[in-house]
């Protein structure tokens, strides 16, 4: 069990910039969720695959944002044309998908700051 | 949007000192969860306890839960320096399926 892994670790940017962040899953988790994570505040869910399907998005996530998971494995986070507010932690956890007790993983998370 | 709440949002103590920190949310729960973080392990998941649960133990860990007040604590018994940390509830309402973290309580343990 290597956990749940994010790459970049850091990101800076340009605003206007587009930028990528990739989750790897703990590998027979069924369940991946992103969230983001501002200074001094709780995480926010942002968005969760049950495998490749995409079943929740939060209102949070503007048309700029988009996320995938594929394969029902990895999972990729898109946002296009930075803000400064984007400025964040973006964390990913993933879970075995055994209903609403299910315990969540997290990963370090990709800090991006946008210039 | 945020449900949870905790309280205080921050607490400075002696090491070896009990902690206390409560949560208090709002809509109905399935089960309430707490979690630690710290710059050295990120986001861990402490402890669960579900809706018609009241109180559960784990180590020197201590979650009550009242649902009829919409609250719950958290009791760390016998501090350590490795307990300073970010400690958050974080609640799966009802219907849902996702979790929705508070905002934190800041553990300071001193030495």
């Known amino acids: 069990d290597t956990g749940v892994s994010q790459n970049p670790r850091h990101k800076i940017t340009k605003r206007g910039q587009n930028v990528t962040f990739r989750c790897d899953p703990i590998?027979?988790?069924?369940?991946l969720y992103w969230y983001r994570q501002t200074l001094g505040q709780g995480p926010e869910f942002l968005t969760y695959?049950?495998?490749?399907?995409?079943?929740?998005k939060s209102r949070l996530l503007s048309d700029r944002f988009s996320a995938e998971r594929p394969k029902g494995s990895f999972s990729t986070l898109e946002i296009q044309r930075t803000e400064q507010g984007d400025s964040a932690m973006y964390l990913c956890?993933?879970?075995?998908?055994?209903?609403?007790?299910?315990?969540?993983?997290f990963g370090p998370g990709t800090r991006l700051t946008v210039l | 949007s945020q449900q949870g709440e905790e309280d205080p949002q921050a607490l400075s103590i002696q090491e070896g000192e009990n902690a206390t920190m409560n949560c208090s949310y709002k809509?109905?729960?399935?089960?309430l969860q707490w979690y630690r973080q710290n710059s050295g392990r990120g986001l861990v998941h402490l402890i669960l306890?579900?809706?018609?649960?009241r109180e559960k133990h784990s180590g020197r860990l201590r979650v009550t839960l009242d649902t009829s007040k919409k609250s719950s604590s958290l009791l760390i018994t016998a501090s350590r320096a490795a307990d300073t940390a970010s400690y958050f509830c974080a609640t799966v309402p009802g219907g849902a399926d996702k979790i929705i973290f508070g905002k934190g309580t800041r553990l300071h343990i001193l030495p």
């Open positions: 809509t109905s729960i399935n089960n």
């Open positions: 590998s027979e988790h069924n369940r």
């Open positions: 306890i579900r809706s018609n649960e």
């Open positions: 956890a993933s879970s075995r998908g055994a209903g609403k007790a299910d315990t969540q993983y």
């Open positions: 695959f049950q495998n490749e399907a995409q079943l929740e």
